[in-house]
Structure formats: structure tokens, C-alpha cells
């Protein structure tokens, strides 16, 4: 399995067969790994000469890279040799094959998403030598990951009856569970196909842009960036041309699901138990590494020296080829590097919702659901003391800037209401109600809202979470109906902008200050604020006068749909193609 190529790649290995028909697609019955990886535990206490360690084709093992040296094996004066450390490393994309190797001790290590991890846990269970401890996570997917969708699909409900093609064992299982659990979906409500591939290397291959492409009966499948851009004829609307399909776009890409897919290094528990000290150094030589590679980045054109050193390094490991630089540029760009700070805030802040506890517990009780694993296991972290691991470490700071820019969210907002298109681009929506003349919305009346939308802000924090308020029209349309002037009119439809702007910015104070008070911070910038008064009314059979007005047919009927005018409307909305909208570290 390889997680990630660049665009070059791709198109290099497409070009091999473009002469080619279409290639039937070989699915697969999704099995438990314990099915598949029937390897017995060795132990792995004791080991002589240097110590192997997998990698996977993503941008975050570029880091890991130039830790050693940009070599496979420790060069001295890197930061692995500094450590005191002798590292072979082995890239192994096969997961099942690394879990193989894990077990039998030809390495202690398992490197992967922490899903493909948890998916492996019925085997590493087996014995306590192999159990998994996992000690540090590398990235965030930030952009390297996309849902792919045929034409008439808009949002994720619509996937409710569809067929989605995922490489099975990969990195993008979770992330099909996470967006179908968001949507109000379970995996019994989409029809599933398994491939063994993620990307199309030879005539025998199958992955999910190959099933989507070939076989008409799929409408969905994950796929990394350069696969997405190729479907959609390079990320707008599939021409049904070259290797895209028609009407294909890209539905949700992890630029802004940016917190779903998380790559971690874990260990076997026997050689954590006997190696402790030599853990803990890989650890701190892998955060180093991750600040001076971000540096080297920034700095590549006063220091093109040390960059062309670093990036040839990790494409030769990464990609085969050392002439592979911008590939491999391209995949540090999909990778979003947590650092110190991340790791602090991943393994020990058990508030924050994207955490490895709560991260864990979600994956396993979905793959639980897709019957990957037969029970959930217990997955340990280190536990470390992160005051040791800070040596070395320029940037300890906690502090998070804002992400959004407000102001160009402010207007993105104003824009959409005045061209009464705010759901463009709604992910997820949904509503609470308040009484008349309510103005506070206190955290235990609408707890299960709160909690939505902060577990929404955390796990999608590329998207913008709008806050809409409604006013009940009635009191307008009775003034109309009395045959009111336009000076009345507007006045009381500004009125109940103003108010009903109130009221959502009220909701939005009382979520941040409850995730404050549950230990979670959101960024108050992901928030846009609207205040739309009696204009939307959700009436049934409401309509519009030759103005644009509502007309009398929007009045409350009963008295169930007048409560249910008095309302503030949550969108989760992709702002991907708003670059100015969202500025992500």
C-alpha cells in the first residue's frame, strides 16, 4: 500500500497503460487482519546491530529522513546519531506485510495511520510481547486525502444507498467511518467495495480511482490528491477526458477534515518495556527533526545546500528516486506536522475531542461495525514525561493562532446571505429552537447541540462553521397583511436582523465558553455569525412576492411550525475554494 505519490508519479505510471481498455476491478471480502496476518510472535527484547524501522510513502517521513541523516541507514552527526541511535530504515507500504514484520521482530516498530493501526490490533493483541504502544504522532492529513463523487452528490447524506470504493487495510478507512457517523449514516446504509490498492501501478492493480473510473455501478471512493485531481480534470468538474469522470468533484477533501487522519509510530511492548531510554531518543530526535525540516522548508532558498540534501534523501527512500524532488515537495505539503506541542496535546489533554483516547475509541467501535475487528483491544500510549522530551525543542508553546481570517469571513458570510446561497459548499446542518423572547442559551438546555458542534469544529478544522439565526415572522406578516408601509416594514425586518444576529452571536459565546468550560478551546474565528431575521422563514409551502419578499403564505400554520421558525441553523461549510477564507499554520 502506498500512501502517497505526487503527480508525476501518477501520471507516469498512467501513461503505461493509457492504450490500454479498462481493466476489470478485483474487489475483495473485507477480513479481520487476523485473517490475513497469521505471522506467531517473536520476542524482540533483545536485538543486535542497527535497528530497522518501516516507513511509509507520506510527507510526514520526511522527517523522519532527514532525522537519520536523509540516508537508510544512521549518518553520523544526525540527529538519530546524536541520540545514540543506529536505524536502518525500510520503506514497507504493504501494511499487512509491516504488521508480519512487526510480529516476527524484523522490526519493533509499526508505522501507519492510526486507524490502519487499530485495524491490526486483533493480531498484535495475540501475545503481550506485540502489544502496541504507540509513542508519538507525526502529522495531521492536511489536503493529501479526497472523497471523490459522481455528479448529484452535494453532501454527505446523499452517500446514504450509494457504492464507495476504499482500499482495504489503508488510511482511508476511518476516514469513511467518520463521514458517514457525521452525516447520520451507518456503513450498513452505503454498499462498500474493497480493493487491494490505493493507487494504479501496473495492469494488475486495483484501487478506487481504477473502480470509479471503470465500473459504472461505483459513485464514491477515496482516493489520495493526485487521484483526485486527475478524476475531476485537475479538482473542478470531471469532462469525462483523459483519466477523469464525468460530473466527478471532489466532495470533502482532508484540507478540510484535517483532523481524522493521524500518522503515528508504535511499538512492541516487550521492546518499549526493555528499551525505554532508546524509545524516548527516537522520539525527541523525531521532534527535532520535524522543526528543522519546517525550517529547512521556509529557509530552502538561502540554504539550497542542506534542502537539496534533505529532499533528495526522502525522495529516494519515499519514492525510488532522488530526481523525485517536487513529488516529494508536493507530499509535505499534504501533511500538516504536529511537533511538540501537538504531541503534548494528542497523548495527555484528554478534553480535546481529536485526542488519542477519544480518536481510538471512535475508530474501534467503527471497525467494530464493519466487522475489521472482532472486539476493541486495549491500545496503550508511552505515558511519557514530556518535560524530557522537550531537549532540543525551539518551540514548546501551546498557543494556537486563529486559523480563519475573519474579516474575509465576514464578508464570505454577507455575500452568501444576501445571495440566499448560504448552504453552498454545507457539509452537515442542523438546528436548535429557542422559546419567544429567549436571549440566553444555556449550555444544559442544549448540551447535545454544543457537543455536536464541537466535536464538528475539531474534526473538520479547514471548514467554517456558520451560526444562522431566524426570527418568527409572524408579527411581520400580520403588520403586512394590515397593509403596513415600506418605512414600517423595514424597520421591523431589520429589527429582527439585529435581533436574531444577537441571538446567534449568543449561541456561539455559550459554545466556546462551554468547550472552555469542559477544558476544550475552539477557535473563535472558525465561527461565522448571520443574522437573518424573518427573511427565511422554513414555513412549509412558503413563497416569495415579486420583490423578493415573503409572502402572506409563509405564516405559521400550527402551532408546532411556529416554534419551529424561532431558530438557529448550524452549517459546517467547505471554504476549500476560499483561500483567503481559511490559513492554516
Known amino acids: 500500500m502506498i500512501r502517497r505519490v505526487g503527480k508525476a508519479a501518477v501520471a507516469a505510471a498512467a501513461a503505461l497503460f493509457l492504450v490500454l481498455p479498462a481493466q476489470a476491478i478485483n474487489y475483495m471480502t473485507l477480513k479481520p487482519m487476523s485473517q490475513v496476518v497469521r505471522t506467531g510472535a517473536q520476542s524482540c527484547a533483545a536485538q543486535s546491530g542497527p535497528t530497522r524501522v518501516p516507513v511509509i510513502a507520506w510527507g510526514g517521513d520526511i522527517a523522519t529522513s532527514y532525522a537519520n541523516g536523509s540516508k537508510k541507514r544512521t549518518v553520523a552527526g544526525s540527529l538519530m546519531d546524536k541520540a545514540h541511535l543506529n536505524i536502518e530504515l525500510y520503506r514497507q507500504d504493504d501494511f499487512a506485510k509491516q504488521v508480519a514484520d512487526y510480529m516476527s521482530c524484523r522490526t519493533p516498530f509499526l508505522r501507519g495511520t492510526l486507524g490502519m493501526l487499530t485495524a491490526a490490533s486483533d493480531v498484535t493483541s495475540r501475545d503481550p510481547r506485540t502489544d502496541m504502544v504507540v509513542i508519538y504522532q507525526m502529522t495531521w492529513s492536511a489536503g493529501g486525502d479526497a472523497l ?127 528499551h525505554k531510554a532508546k524509545v524516548q531518543a527516537f522520539v525527541n530526535a523525531l521532534m527535532q527533526a520535524d522543526e528543522q525540516t519546517r525550517t529547512l522548508f521556509k529557509e530552502r532558498q538561502t540554504r539550497a545546500s542542506d534542502y537539496k540534501t534533505m529532499i533528495e534523501g526522502a525522495a529516494l527512500l519515499l519514492l525510488d528516486s532522488a530526481d523525485a524532488v517536487e513529488d516529494t515537495a508536493a507530499m509535505y505539503g499534504d501533511a500538516e506536522f504536529v511537533g511538540f506541542s501537538g504531541n503534548v496535546r494528542f497523548f495527555t489533554d484528554l478534553a480535546y475531542p481529536r485526542g488519542f483516547k477519544p480518536l481510538t475509541t471512535e475508530i474501534q467501535s467503527s471497525f467494530e461495525q464493519l466487522g475489521l475487528l472482532s472486539s476493541a483491544k486495549p491500545i496503550a500510549d508511552a505515558g511519557w514525561s514530556y518535560n524530557n522530551l522537550a531537549v532540543g525543542i525551539s518551540d514548546t508553546s501551546m498557543a494556537e493562532a486563529p486559523r480563519f481570517n475573519k474579516s474575509a469571513v465576514d464578508q464570505l458570510v454577507a455575500r452568501r446571505q444576501s445571495q440566499n446561497s448560504a448552504s453552498e459548499g454545507e457539509l452537515f446542518r442542523f438546528e436548535i429552537y429557542f ?151
Open 435 to 585: 422559546a419567544p423572547n429567549q436571549n440566553t442559551f444555556p449550555a444544559d438546555q442544549y448540551r447535545a447541540a454544543f457537543d455536536q458542534v464541537i466535536n464538528l469544529a475539531s474534526t473538520y478544522g479547514g471548514a467554517l462553521l456558520t451560526i444562522e439565526g431566524h426570527s418568527d415572522p409572524l408579527g411581520y406578516l400580520r403588520r403586512k397583511k394590515a397593509g403596513a408601509s415600506v418605512i414600517e416594514l423595514s424597520s421591523i425586518k431589520q429589527a429582527s436582523r439585529n435581533l436574531s444576529y444577537t441571538r446567534a452571536n449568543a449561541v456561539r459565546q455559550s459554545i466556546i465558553n462551554y468547550a472552555h468550560s469542559k477544558g476544550i478551546t475552539l477557535d473563535p474565528s472558525q465561527f461565522g455569525v448571520s443574522g437573518l431575521g424573518v427573511s427565511r422563514p422554513n414555513t412549509p409551502g412558503c413563497s416569495y412576492d415579486a420583490t423578493g419578499d415573503i409572502s402572506l403564505t409563509c405564516a405559521p400554520k400550527t402551532k408546532a411550525q411556529w416554534n419551529a421558525t424561532r431558530r438557529v441553523v448550524f452549517r459546517v461549510i467547505q471554504v476549500e475554494a476560499e483561500p483567503d477564507v481559511f490559513r492554516p499554520l
Open 148 to 274: 471523490v463523487v459522481r455528479q448529484g452528490i452535494e453532501k454527505p447524506a446523499d452517500l446514504k444507498g450509494k457504492t464507495i470504493a476504499v482500499q482495504a487495510y489503508g488510511p482511508h478507512m476511518d476516514y469513511l467511518t467518520t463521514i458517514l457517523r457525521d452525516a447520520g449514516l451507518k456503513p450498513g446504509d452505503v454498499h462498500i467495495k474493497w480493493v487491494r490498492d490505493l493507487i494504479e501501478l501496473d495492469h494488475t492493480s486495483s484501487s478506487p480511482a481504477m473502480a470509479l473510473r471503470s465500473d459504472s455501478s461505483v459513485d464514491a471512493a477515496f482516493v489520495i490528491s493526485p487521484d483526485a485531481l486527475a478524476l475531476t480534470s485537475g479538482g473542478a468538474v470531471g469532462t469525462g477526458g483523459e483519466d477523469s469522470v464525468r460530473g466527478a468533484h471532489i466532495l470533502l477533501s482532508t484540507k478540510t477534515a484535517n483532523r481524522v487522519i493521524s500518522d503515528v509510530y508504535a511499538v512492541r511492548r516487550d521492546y518499549f518495556d526493555s
